[in-house]
């Protein structure tokens, strides 16, 4: 019996959890038969069930629900936004129920006589009214825990349902069970299978329906176990590595290949079995906005984007209660009141905004509204009654700053408190837990047009990417998920220095003041206290929050996939280590946490971290014209050679034995996929045995390309003024990098040696001119910029039509905008209707960038305000059509 009930537990919680969204949708649709179907054969098979299990409130409940649900099916009555609340209500005592149920084993004493009085009521006909003490999922509290005698009649029908379920996984066909008994009153409810087989052909259709997929249930701790084992092998696996390195022994390189690759695809396998959809967090989302929106005489809509997005099981746990608290803030704080919407000129219905997408190895969680935004007014007055800081202080810093003391403890400027939020104890809790899982939080307001919060986290905790750095002679892990950049300090006045103010390290970052910390005596190692501070090493520029800092390392080795374990508990008082991991070489080294630094040494930046993210990137959000990123290498001749940092995937240090040659090209087994090589010293020879390949690793989504170079010589900040268009193929020009003459190549041209068709080869110069790119692709942000630099344009790059609308405002004056059509949020589309409806960008061509071309595109972006459209694979064209409407009369 036990098992039993744990099965009809996590069968009912399935059912239950698809409920709520089920009856949201039919308020919106009162007419949909297919969902008024499914939400009453869930309800069905719940109250079908627990007559077996003896269950009798529980089935009283569900019994009653179904009936009201048997009328709206059957037509004989129409379904009502205040029927849907009492089915709610129901739902909700249902779920109460099921929960006293987990915890003790039996049903929890309660009187449900109102809210089955209701639904009796309305079953007849008469107006729903849901009764006050029905319990709500959000709000109340469940009912007592007391067992309660079983006293119900067994029915046979479900029990040999669930009986089946349990024995075998495998769909087969439900037996038809005999009529639950039921008052005279109530016995047009039909009967139907308590325990329905998907395999099973739909009523009244001819021949079998298709088969579904088969699944089975395993145990979270089973996975667990598994994810376990798998680690261990992943270790294992970069021990043989290491120790065949050192040996260079031929013999074991194939094999340790293929196991390499077989452990990564078995990572991979493994990790897919603990994704789960964010989607799964956000299901109570609807029902909860739903009653939030009644509770405080709002209209909202709620709107999820990205829901398929899949993330770890055990960081989808730990974000669920931080997003909740964030909708209902957003809800409660962020959106006004229908009459203030109206006063405000916005649509009475007020949107609230969920949408999560990969980003390299993380997930990006945004939470928005289109509300009253943040009162920097408010939150200054607050900040000095609190006595947070001085007026002198307040009077330096930037909007951005101040908005960002809603993070702190207790900071609120809500007007009253209320059941929903505005307690005071919000948003520093929700950062506190967002930065516990390795993760960072950003917001962005604009008073009177709304607030959007954007919470970046990795995709799984158990083994995540890390830099291996070195410090007082100990190495240690930095997971990159908050490096921004890594900067190489020198002695000499060329590159990047170390300075002091009153004995505290620092360092002048693209004009910028950015404190510094020492690892080595951070941590106390041997012979740091006593030896003076070296003006030389290596700088780890780490984002926490909207605080950016440095750290200072003797060395930096390689990135590296590692296994991340606990903390031993003699260590947990120490909050700089998040874990410790395993090498391939068989040490034990510490996995540094940046939150914890940040905490421990008080260090922070003094500007917004946005901006200096932004300019780590390369191109991102900057003018051509000011310093960008470069790496530095050489290839072929003495020359040296630049590329703009931020295209870069990875540094990649291969082993001459990995590349093959297969169909004419040469290529390497990458990652679980083949990756092209191509070589920039014309015919690649493999060198002797033993030796490595220097290679940079561009990619972008699922596709990949490595260009094998001879050196990486170091990583700088120059302004990149590229002079003189080379007649070279495969290079834009040249340009004085740290007082050499450097040549620029041209990303597109070397990816189409590849065989990808992603861009052709640059064009001809045109006439200098101020130009807007808008391309929510980070890749293709920096592919499109330096070429476009190279034609004479002056180019500003953001990353969403949004971003677009915020300079206009701000009154930033532009020759020609370029813009991709598909972006989410705000699309090429909606940025062209905006940009022609009014303001000073209204007379601008506008060409529209889009992977495809096709007529009814052409159309739609012509109808949109286009002015030409082009292929986001045709440089040449784009270059052409710049030329060309550039050249239009009216345009100076």
């Given amino acids: 019996m036990d098992d039993l009930l744990a099965d009809f537990l996590t069968e009912t919680n399935e059912g239950l959890a698809a409920l709520d969204g089920a009856l949201l949708k039919l308020e919106k649709a009162p007419d949909d038969r297919q969902t008024l179907s499914e939400i009453f054969r869930n309800v069905h098979t719940i109250k079908g069930t627990c007559g077996f299990l003896g269950l009798s409130r529980l089935e009283k409940v569900a019994h009653a629900a179904e009936n009201v649900l048997g009328k709206y099916r059957e037509g004989s009555l129409k379904v009502t936004p205040e029927g849907i609340t009492l089915i709610l209500s129901a739902l909700d005592c249902l779920k109460s ?46 009912a007592p825990m007391v067992p309660e005698p079983a006293t119900a009649e067994p029915d046979l029908a479900a029990a040999e349902a669930l009986f089946e379920t349990h024995v075998a996984p495998v769909p087969v066909p439900a037996p038809v069970p005999a009529p639950v008994p039921a008052p005279a009153a109530k016995a047009e409810a039909e009967p139907e299978a308590a325990a329905p087989a998907p395999a099973a052909p739909a009523a009244g ?83 909860i906005v739903r009653d939030l929106a009644n509770e405080l005489g709002k209209k909202i809509e709620l709107v999820m984007k990205g829901a398929e997005t899949e993330l770890d099981r055990q960081v989808l746990e730990l974000i669920k209660d931080p997003l909740t608290h964030m909708v209902r803030n957003s809800g409660d704080h962020g959106l006004e009141t229908p009459e203030q919407r109206r006063a405000a000129g916005k649509p009475e219905i007020g949107r609230v905004m969920l949408n999560a997408y990969h980003e390299g190895g993380h997930i990006i969680i945004e939470i928005g509204d289109d509300g009253r935004g943040l009162s920097v007014e408010k939150i200054k007055a607050k900040v000095l009654s609190q006595g947070l800081t001085t007026e002198a202080e307040l009077a330096g810093m930037s ?15 809500a007007a009253a408190i209320t059941s929903v939020s505005g307690r005071g104890v919000g948003m520093d809790v929700v950062k506190t837990n967002v930065e516990k899982i390795g993760g960072t939080i950003e917001l962005r307001s604009v008073e ?45 006045a060329e590159g990047a220095q170390i300075e002091r103010i009153h004995d505290t390290p620092v360092m002048r970052l693209r004009e910028r003041l950015l404190p510094l910390v020492s690892l080595s005596r951070l941590l106390q190692l041997e012979g740091s206290a006593a030896e003076p501070e070296k003006d030389e090493g290596f700088v780890v520029v780490t984002q926490v929050g909207a605080n950016v800092f440095g750290i200072i390392v003797d060395k930096v080795f390689d990135t590296e996939e590692i296994v991340v374990k606990p903390v031993a508990p003699i260590l947990r008082h120490v909050t700089m280590f998040s874990g410790n ?46 310093r960008t990123a470069l790496l530095l290498f050489r290839a072929g001749d003495d020359t040296p050679k630049a590329v703009p940092l931020g295209l870069v995937a990875r540094l990649e240090d291969l082993p001459v034995e990995s590349i093959e ?68 193929p495969g290079f834009l020009g040249s340009a004085v990098i740290c007082g050499k003459v450097t040549d620029i190549i041209d990303c597109a041209w070397w990816l189409h040696q590849a065989g990808d068709d992603w861009f052709r080869q640059t064009g001809a110069a045109v006439a200098p001119r101020r130009l ?14 330096p070429g476009l630099t190279a034609a004479g344009y002056e180019v ?93 009369p009216g345009i100076a």
């Avoid at 919470?455 to 905790?461: A, G, Q, S, V």
């Avoid at 807007?772 to 910029?785: G, K, P, T």
Wanted: net charge negative.
């Fill in 448 to 492: 009177g047009k709304g607030t959007t919060f954007f919470i970046k986290i990795p995709l799984t905790l158990a083994i995540v990417s890390a830099l291996i750095v070195e410090a007082g002679g100990e190495r240690f892990a930095i997971p990159q998920i908050g490096v921004v950049e890594l900067v190489r300090a020198s002695g000499n």
């Fill in 97 to 142: 129920i099921v929960a006293g149920l987990e915890s003790t084993g039996s049903e929890p004493v309660g009187d449900d006589a109102p809210l089955i009085a209701a639904l009796d009521a309305a079953w007849r006909g008469e107006v729903p009214v849901a009764p006050s003490t029905a319990p709500r999922a959000a709000l109340a509290e469940p």
């Fill in 661 to 728: 040659h297969s169909g004419g090209k040469t290529l390497v087994q990458y990652r679980g996929k083949l990756m092209p090589l191509v070589s920039m010293s014309g015919g690649w020879v493999p060198p002797e045995p033993g030796r490595r390949q220097a290679v940079l690793v561009f990619n972008d989504r699922d596709r990949a390309m490595g260009l094998m170079v001879d050196a990486i010589l170091d990583v700088v900040e120059e302004h990149m003024n590229i002079e003189g268009a080379s007649e070279q």
């Fill in 581 to 626: 991991t395993i090498l391939g070489d068989g040490s034990v080294i510490m996995i540094l946490d940046p939150n914890g630094i940040a905490r421990a040494t008080g260090v922070g930046a003094d500007g917004p971290a946005e901006e200096l993210a932004q300019a780590a990137a390369g191109l991102r959000g900057t003018r051509s014209s000011e």
């Fill in 205 to 287: 259709q001819g021949g079998a329906a298709a088969a579904p997929p088969q699944t089975i249930r395993v145990s979270v701790d089973v996975l667990e176990d598994l994810m376990t084992l798998v680690s261990e092998l992943v270790l294992t696996r970069n021990q043989l590595l290491q120790l065949v390195r050192a040996r260079s022994d031929s013999a074991l390189t194939v094999p340790l290949q293929r196991l390499s690759h077989i452990t990564s695809e078995l990572q991979e396998g493994v990790m897919k079995t603990r994704m789960q959809p964010i989607g799964n967090a956000w299901q109570k989302l609807p029902r």
């Fill in 796 to 888: 500003t790059a953001v990353d969403s039509g949004a971003q677009a609308l915020q300079l206009r405002e701000q009154g930033t004056v532009f020759d020609i905008i370029v813009s991709d059509i598909e972006m989410p949020d705000l699309d090429g589309l909606g940025l062209a209707r905006a940009v022609r409806e009014s303001g000073p960008w209204q007379e601008l061509p506008l060409v529209a960038l889009s992977g495809r071309v096709d007529g009814e595109r052409m159309r739609l972006a012509r109808e949109a305000g286009f002015t030409t459209y082009v292929g986001k694979s045709d440089r040449e064209a784009l270059l052409a059509s710049l030329r060309e409407c550039l050249a239009a």
């Fill in 399 to 413: 909007e951005r700053e101040i908005q960002h003391f809603i993070f702190r403890a207790g900071f609120s400027t």
């Fill in 772 to 785: 807007l790119l808008v391309e929510d692709s980070a890749f293709f942000r920096h592919l499109l910029v």
